[in-house]
């Protein structure tokens, strides 16, 4: 009984441990930042399974959801309210896609690589309004670079 308690109470330290070592990363929701009017700053983020990514409503009148074809399978879909800030755990690896519904077409979208980024290709492959399409292409050429 009481190596069982010693075991449970190891495998109870080493879950502590590991979320212990969770990053957060803050995306601010911007009307203007460094790369021009109505975006997420920063716009590409690389986590690992188990990060926390914090949207910020730094200026009003935005909001962030998920890209349908641009999540990692089994992750459930996420849609914020206006001007709600929203924090987003990675718990799968793969790429996710965010937009401003508002903006969307302006180009106010993000994308998060967590671990190897396995549905990369899918992703890539979704369509796009206005300037999100040439953002989003930039944006997985920040994937691949940072492999």
Do not use: W
């Not at 441990?17 to 997420?40: P, R, W």
């Not at 986590?47 to 409503?57: H, L």
């Not at 401003?100 to 990369?120: D, E, Q, R």
């Amino acid at each position: 009984m009481k190596r069982m308690i010693a075991i449970l109470a190891l495998g109870a330290a080493v879950a502590m441990a590991s979320d212990a070592n969770a990053a957060e990363y803050t995306v601010e929701m911007l009307n203007k930042g460094e790369k021009g009017v109505m975006v997420f700053q920063p716009d590409f983020v690389k986590a690992e399974v188990g990060d926390t990514i914090r949207f910020v409503p730094t200026d009003k009148g935005h909001n962030v959801e998920t890209i349908k074809g641009m999540l990692p399978e089994g992750v459930s879909p996420l849609k914020g309210k206006f001007n709600e800030e929203i924090v987003l755990t990675v718990d799968h690896e793969g790429v996710y896609g965010v937009k401003c519904m508002p903006h969307y077409a302006m180009g106010m979208v993000a994308l998060i690589k967590v671990g190897a980024g396995n549905n990369t290709e899918q992703a890539a492959a979704v369509k796009h309004p206005g300037k999100a399409g040439k953002v989003f292409g930039e944006l997985f050429g920040q994937v691949v670079a940072s492999n």
